[in-house]
T-cell receptor, first 114, second 110 residues
Framework: DGGITQSPKYLFRKEGQNVTLSCEQN?????MYWYRQDPGQGLRLIYY???????QKGDIAEGYSVSREKKESFPLTVTSAQKNPTAFYLC?????????????FGNGTRLTVT | EDQVTQSPEALRLQEGESSSLNCSYT??????LFWYRQDPGKGPEFLFT???AGEEKEKERLKATLTKKESFLHITAPKPEDSATYLC???????????FGPGTSLSVIP
């Protein structure tokens, strides 16, 4: 079955360490997204990518970085510059950005930084 | 500024007690409104897309409707398995960003 796989499900890191969250999709979608979810808030967009080797900042990109070397993969790095990194991170994809089709989500990675 | 709000923040229903969730939006040139269901610790699961005012979609006990300013998710005779957080999102004329509301947490008590 086609879908989005995020790994790991849970991630624990010490403050000051960079950490990379994995996102892989086999839906053949062009556009991929990273969202952050905090209690009581809507999903907030971190980065998105429309095609390989291209990506744009979302609303809360500071302290994060991404790469898109393959169509199927869109890893997110949470750097030590991110002031409040503990959150639930969701990866999503859709057919293309210039399209009103719905987003498809992975099952998230819960990151805890202490 | 594009914005999505949802009410109530939380809703507790008895099994079989029908109700509605509200999603109010302001967006330049609505291209689509989406409803998702999210279970604890999981990613959102797509339910419906609505494209224009007056449109309605149904799935089992759920029915989504759309006006020019808001959408309603009607839940008829809910069951405990309907308990989840329901998210509303919109996409506007720029297409590239999907704006999410904070969600409504629904609990259905047997």
């Amino acid at each position: 079955d086609g879908g989005i796989t995020q790994s790991p499900k849970y991630l624990f890191r010490k403050e000051g360490q960079n950490v990379t969250l994995s996102c892989e999709q086999n839906l053949n979608h062009d556009a991929m997204y990273w969202y952050r979810q905090d209690p009581g808030q809507g999903l907030r967009l971190i980065y998105y990518s429309q095609i390989v080797n291209d990506f744009q900042k979302g609303d809360i990109a500071e302290g994060y970085s991404v790469s898109r070397e393959k169509k199927e993969s869109f890893p997110l790095t949470v750097t030590s510059a991110q002031k409040n990194p503990t959150a639930f991170y969701l990866c999503a994809s859709k057919v293309g950005t210039a399209h009103n089709s719905p987003l498809h989500f992975g099952n998230g990675t819960r990151l805890t930084v202490t | 500024e594009d914005q999505v709000t949802q009410s109530p923040e939380a809703l507790r229903l008895q099994e079989g007690e029908s109700s509605s969730l509200n999603c109010s939006y302001t967006v330049s040139g609505l291209r689509g409104l989406f409803w998702y269901r999210q279970d604890p610790g999981k990613g959102p699961e797509f339910l419906f897309t609505l494209y224009s005012a007056g449109e309605e979609k149904e799935k089992e006990r759920l029915k989504a409707t759309l006006t020019k300013k808001e959408s309603f998710l009607h839940i008829t005779a809910p069951k405990p398995e309907d308990s989840a957080t329901y998210l509303c999102a919109v996409i506007g004329a720029s297409y590239d960003k999907v704006i999410f509301g904070p969600g409504t947490s629904l609990s259905v008590i047997p």
